[in-house]
């Protein structure tokens, strides 16, 4: 599965849209990009997935290029309980379905 | 619908001692993975179950850890003797099935290992 790189952290202002970036320029063509949060002593948990059509859940925006060599993640709203790191991972389908985490973005929401 | 039950959730235990966690997944779900959590770092699989076969252990240091699935429900996994490099925490995760693409996996709330 490809390597993703994500800036180590970001702030956020609480109400406003936090916007996570993620490279994934080695992704192929059957690699599908999620994205998982875990909130501070939780397990991670499912936010949203894409191949290369933009998606939209009731948790949050996928912003997929073009060319497909990168994604943005977009909260549209933050509040506080969306501080979290949020892990991006390129996955193949069909594939065993095993998730590679990287280091993920911290994204703290500030008041 | 309850989610993925874990125990114990926290373990302190000297080095060269043994340990184990248990592992409930999600009424139905076939696949089980165990994750390890080293602080600051992201999760790693360590295996992966489908029913009660193993899919990938690569992972899986199998001089020490051992992990099994009886029946293809619950799951336990084992570090046998311990060391102060396997602090970390241990997470369950369970799937519908592994090989689709919504192939959501539910986390557990993880087991806290501190080794002294």
């Known amino acids: 599965d490809a390597k993703t790189t994500q800036p180590p952290s970001m702030d956020c202002a609480e109400g406003r849209a936090a916007n996570l970036p993620c490279n994934h320029s080695t992704i192929s063509g059957n690699e599908y990009v999620y994205w998982y949060r875990q909130i501070h002593s939780q397990g991670p948990q499912y936010i949203i997935h894409g191949l290369k059509n933009n998606e939209t859940n009731e948790m949050a925006s996928l912003i997929i290029t073009e060319d497909r060599k990168s994604s943005t993640l977009i909260l549209p709203h933050a509040t506080l309980r969306d501080t979290a790191v949020y892990y991006c991972?390129?996955?193949?389908?069909?594939?065993?379905?095993?998730?590679?985490f990287g280091q993920g973005t911290t994204l703290q929401v500030k008041p | 619908e309850a989610g993925v039950a874990q125990s114990p959730r926290y373990k302190i235990i000297e080095k060269r001692q043994s340990v184990a966690f248990w592992c409930n997944p999600i009424?139905?779900?076939?696949?089980l993975y165990w994750y390890q959590q080293i602080l600051g770092q992201g999760p790693k699989l360590l295996i992966q179950?489908?029913?009660?076969?193993?899919?990938?252990d690569s992972q899986l240091p199998k001089d020490r850890f051992s992990a099994e699935r009886l029946k293809g429900v619950d799951s336990t996994l084992k570090i046998q003797p311990a060391k102060l490099e396997d602090s970390a925490v241990y997470l369950c995760?369970?799937?519908?099935?592994?090989?689709?693409?919504?192939?959501?996996?539910?986390f557990g709330p993880g087991t806290r290992l501190t080794v002294l």
């Open positions: 991972i390129a996955r193949s389908s069909p594939g065993t379905g095993k998730l590679i």
């Open positions: 995760a369970s799937s519908l099935d592994s090989s689709g693409v919504y192939n959501e996996q539910f």
């Open positions: 179950f489908q029913n009660n076969g193993v899919v990938d």
């Open positions: 009424s139905g779900h076939a696949t």
